[in-house]
């Protein structure tokens, strides 16, 4: 048993593992200063109810009895509890270091990709826990069939040397993996420029000891060759590949080999998401049949198409979309049931953003229709050092001169004022849990308007 500090406990990887480190019998402890701003976090209150201890993070709570820090890697050098750590000469480990540490351990299962990992790591670890294969699992989205007891729902801790983990590339550290199995969801623009993380993820393909598991259907991953892979797709011909499919509002039907599979979530995105679990499980000799009684009762990721509301009249929705291609799958689902839909956006990080300007603006002029309204909030800022050079006005100006409805509200109360305009109403953004709240704030007003 170790005593073990994460500084940065608050994220969603660095709860996961502070979560699992508990029920493997550590002493835990750590700060966050997204908890220092909100002492009521839902996930800081879960992890005070496990016993963890969580402190401000101003380093007064570091001491010589801790074995380990884990830092994330959005805390800073010269952050109070790292500069207090170095005082004492502790060890230090990033979270990505720490993780190839911890995942050395297994039969891993590495899931990647610019989109999706969550869902399919989840999904994964979900169905194997219910077909009895009592895998471990580390991800970043809190499953919501794990959301209980006690559980960030991010985290499994089982009985089996099987361990499912998110594998992402923001901070470059994947390509230092080397897991048994690999999912490649996609390839898009998102932390990094498609070419840097299509070379990560051949890197990762390379480290693979047994098989890679490709979306068939996205041109950048095709561009990479992958040894020992195995394909799934929607649209181009491969190992695995969905027919008969019926996009529903809250579900998705289709059939691989005559077996008919439901998944409890909407949008093509999803039918992916399934495909990709579908052929790594079958791999593992799992029939298909097996898999299909199953996935139904997966109910999915907080903040992925989290409805709010849904009473015939009135629609709202939260979801953790934060690229331009996940912002365009969402607003592809939803289009195609709901018409006059307002969406709120909050983007995340001065950095992202401006890596990713040209994208938004992209996605949103190409999918906002004349009848459609986007609000954009104000970017969201977590701390730290990153230049404030870029506004969500910037996004606001070029997507009115392309003659698409934009503005930018400061307060998020704004929106009260004209709820009485639209039906439906899609919250998005990453790493900002309040976003929830204010979904639930905009339900709980537009339900009263039903009464």
Not at 200 to 226: C, H, P, Q, W, Y
Not at 235 to 254: C, L
Request: aromatic content about 10%; proline content about 3%.
């Amino acid at each position: 048993m170790a005593k073990i500090y994460l500084s940065g406990i608050g994220g969603s990887g660095m709860s996961a593992i502070a979560g699992f480190l508990h029920d493997r019998g550590h002493v835990i402890a750590g700060s966050d200063r997204t908890f220092d701003i909100q002492p009521d976090n839902i996930t800081a209150n879960i992890l005070r109810e496990k016993s963890i201890s969580i402190f401000k993070q101003d380093g007064s709570k570091i001491d010589s009895s801790f074995d380990l820090i884990i830092s994330s890697t959005a805390v800073e050098s010269n952050n109070p509890d790292i500069i207090r750590a170095h005082e004492l000469g502790l060890p230090i480990k990033t979270r990505p270091e720490f993780l190839n540490q911890l995942i050395s351990e297994y039969k891993t299962i590495a899931v990647a990709g610019t989109s999706g990992k969550s869902t399919i790591a989840g999904m994964l670890a979900f169905i194997m826990n219910q077909l009895g294969l009592e895998p471990n699992y580390i991800g970043g989205g809190k499953v919501k069939n794990f959301f209980k007891n006690n559980c960030t729902g991010n985290y499994l801790y089982g009985k089996s040397d099987l361990m499912v983990f998110e594998a992402c590339e923001s901070d470059g550290s994947i390509v230092n993996y080397h897991p048994e199995y690999t999912v490649i969801s996609n390839l898009s623009l998102d932390h990094n420029p498609v070419e840097d993380t299509a070379g990560m993820f051949k890197m990762l393909g390379e480290n693979t000891n047994r098989t890679v598991f490709i979306n068939a259907d996205d041109s950048n991953l095709e561009k990479i060759k992958f040894k020992n892979s195995i394909s799934f797709s929607i649209e181009n011909f491969s190992d695995f590949r969905a027919k008969d499919i019926t996009y529903n509002p809250f579900d998705t039907i289709f059939t691989i080999d005559n077996v008919i599979f439901r998944v409890s979530l909407p949008g093509k995105y999803n039918v992916y998401n399934a495909l990709s679990c579908i052929s790594l499980l079958s791999n593992l000799n799992i029939s298909l049949k097996d898999i299909a009684e199953v996935i139904p009762d997966f109910k999915g990721i907080t903040r992925r198409f989290d409805v709010h509301l849904y009473n015939g009249k009135y629609l709202v929705i939260d979801d953790y979309a934060h690229n331009p291609h996940k912002i365009e799958s969402l607003m592809q689902t939803v289009k195609k049931f709901r018409e006059r839909i307002c969406y709120i956006f909050q983007p995340h990080g001065f950095g992202p953003t401006k890596l990713m300007k040209d994208g938004y603006i992209k996605t949103f002029v190409n999918n906002l229709r004349d009848p459609d309204y986007l609000v954009l909030l104000p970017i969201f800022y977590a701390g730290g050092t990153a230049g404030k050079d870029i506004s969500s006005e910037d996004l606001a100006i070029e997507i009115n001169n392309a003659g698409k409805s934009a503005q930018v509200f400061h307060e998020r109360a704004e929106i009260f004022n004209m709820l009485d305009k639209y039906d439906t109403y899609v919250i998005f953004g990453a790493r900002d849990d309040t976003l929830s709240d204010y979904a639930r704030q905009i339900a709980g007003k537009l339900n009263e308007y039903s009464v």
